[in-house]
Structure formats: structure tokens, C-alpha cells
């Protein structure tokens, strides 16, 4: 998958301090501006293939999508103006290491090393895998076991940790036919037309791609695939060059967001009418 960071602890007393926030400290920092004037921080809005992390519409770079709309919620009346940079991804990867002001989605372990990063203390959406099937194919997943002689349908440059290197080990006595498809709705629209048996994804994505491959949701079968790729939490994922100050801003804000319970009803809309597991 399309999803780069990796995390850095934070340390010391900065790190303690934010644990030992009262409810009226935190309302206040989540009032109280971060800067004497406006700061501008670029925000790397990945183009094309992510939806719905990030939703590009002609003229409105921020159009919605889960990851927007959470940086939205944490930036909201604040001084600090996000500028969405909407970028492929060879260009994003020098701008990551170019630039000393930005935000973006990240997993931990997943950018290269000459990235300068940090995360978010708290996540802010899972990224878990299904297998779908069509609901009258009465087929069965839960492992590795459950793939053999099935044609699986994956996304052509797209990664898919724990089953890549399944597939890469075993391609030389493998029983599992691998389709490739060039989108998350051509998966599905293949899937559809019986051109494979399976496929894997992201369920978010999997639900907002129904309708283009022609299905609706009582159509497929969803199947927990955490033992093929495993689930991950997504964070908030930001230049280490950042300012303590916004590290503690970030930090403060999710964490309001998380325990109001805003954060898991933002992510709730984007799974509807299944449920996102806990993150």
C-alpha cells in the first residue's frame, strides 16, 4: 500500500507532559493559538490510486477523503494554514526529504531511511485487509491455506506486507494464480465478473469502490484477512524539524479528538455499513 512512515518515540519530559494534561489543560491548548501569527505547513496529498485516504476533485485538492478530513478536524481554527501539495509519489519522496514543513498519513517502518519523520503519539485510522468474494461463491478465507487453488486479485504496485513475501516464497511450487489489476475498482470489477476468486484490500477502500465496479455491499463476502496481511494503525506523520510546539499541538488535538470519540465516528462514515476495528 501507498503509505510511508516509520515512528520515532517521543522522550522525556515533552512526552510525559502531554500524559499529565488535565481535561481544562488540554480545553485550553485546544483553544489557545500555536502561533503568534499564521504558520503555513504543507500537507503531501498522494495523486491518484489513494482514495479514499485522500479525495482530489479538478480545482479542490482537499475535497474529502479519511485522511483530509482528520487533518482538517486537527488543524480547524487554528493559526496554523495547511496548503495541500498534491504530488506523485517520486516527487512526494524528495519533498520529504527536501522539505522541513509537512504533514501527511504514515505507518511506522515504511519510509526509507533519509526521511526525516515523526508520528503522531495516538493513530488515527486502522488499515486493516479483507478478502473479498462474490456472497454466492461459498468460498472460505482466513489463512495463507484458504488461498490454494484460487485466483487472487491484487493491485499492481500496491504492497501488500506479509503476502508479498508469501507469494515470493513460494512462486516456484505455488498453487494460486495471481491477477493484477491497474485500480481498486477494476479488482473488484473483475471479481464481478468472474475473472478471479479473491481479492485483497483495504475494507475502507473496498466499500467506497463497490458502487463503481457495479456492486452493492450485500453483494460480496467479507473475510478477516489479518493473518495474511496484517492490520496497521495509520498516524498523523510530520517533519522531525518541526517545532516542539507543533509536535505538542498535533499530539494534544488527536488526543481530544480521540477521546471526545470524533475521530472514531470520522472513520466510522468511511466504513459504513461495516465497522472499522479498534485503532
Same mark, same amino acid.
Given at each position: ?23 481544562? *489543560? ?26 479514499? #485516504?485522500? #479525495? ?50 504514515? #505507518? ?32 472460505? #478465507? ?25 507469494? *515470493? ?43 463503481? *465496479? ?22 498523523? *506523520? ?42
Amino acid at each position: 500500500m501507498l503509505v510511508y512512515t516509520e515512528s520515532v518515540l517521543f522522550k522525556g519530559t515533552r512526552y510525559e507532559r502531554v500524559h499529565r494534561l488535565t481535561a481544562a *489543560a488540554t480545553a485550553c491548548l485546544w483553544l489557545a493559538s500555536p502561533t503568534a501569527a499564521e504558520e503555513r505547513v504543507a500537507y503531501f496529498v498522494l495523486a491518484d490510486t489513494v482514495e479514499p #485516504i485522500m #479525495i482530489v476533485r479538478d480545482g479542490n485538492p482537499m475535497a474529502g477523503g479519511i485522511m483530509t478530513e482528520i487533518v482538517k478536524l486537527v488543524f480547524e481554527d487554528s493559526d496554523y494554514v495547511i496548503e495541500p501539495k498534491v504530488l506523485p509519489w517520486k516527487r512526494m519522496r524528495a519533498e520529504l526529504v527536501q522539505n522541513e514543513n509537512w504533514i501527511m498519513h504514515g #505507518i511506522p517502518d515504511s519510509f526509507n531511511d533519509d526521511v526525516d519523520y515523526e508520528l503522531s503519539e495516538l493513530p488515527i485510522f486502522p488499515f486493516n485487509h479483507v478478502a473479498v468474494t462474490m456472497k454466492d461463491s461459498g468460498i472460505t #478465507i482466513k489463512d495463507f491455506d484458504d488461498l490454494n487453488d484460487r485466483s487472487l486479485i491484487l493491485i499492481e504496485n500496491f504492497h501488500y506486507a506479509r503476502l508479498d513475501d508469501y507469494l *515470493a516464497e513460494s512462486s516456484d511450487d505455488s498453487n494460486i494464480d495471481v491477477l493484477r489489476s491497474f485500480s481498486p475498482s477494476g479488482s473488484l470489477d473483475m471479481l464481478r465478473h468472474g475473472r478471479g476468486d479473491v481479492v485483497i484490500e483495504w475494507q475502507a477502500r473496498v466499500i467506497y469502490n463497490l458502487k463503481a *465496479a457495479g456492486l452493492d455491499f450485500d453483494n460480496v463476502e467479507f473475510h478477516d484477512a489479518t493473518s495474511i496481511v496484517p492490520t496497521e494503525n495509520v498516524y498523523l *506523520a510530520f517533519s522531525a524539524k518541526q517545532s516542539d510546539e507543533f509536535r505538542d499541538f498535533v499530539n494534544v488535538r488527536i488526543r481530544v479528538l480521540t477521546d471526545s470519540g470524533q475521530l472514531v465516528e470520522l472513520v466510522q462514515k468511511y466504513y459504513h455499513p461495516a465497522t472499522p476495528p479498534k485503532f
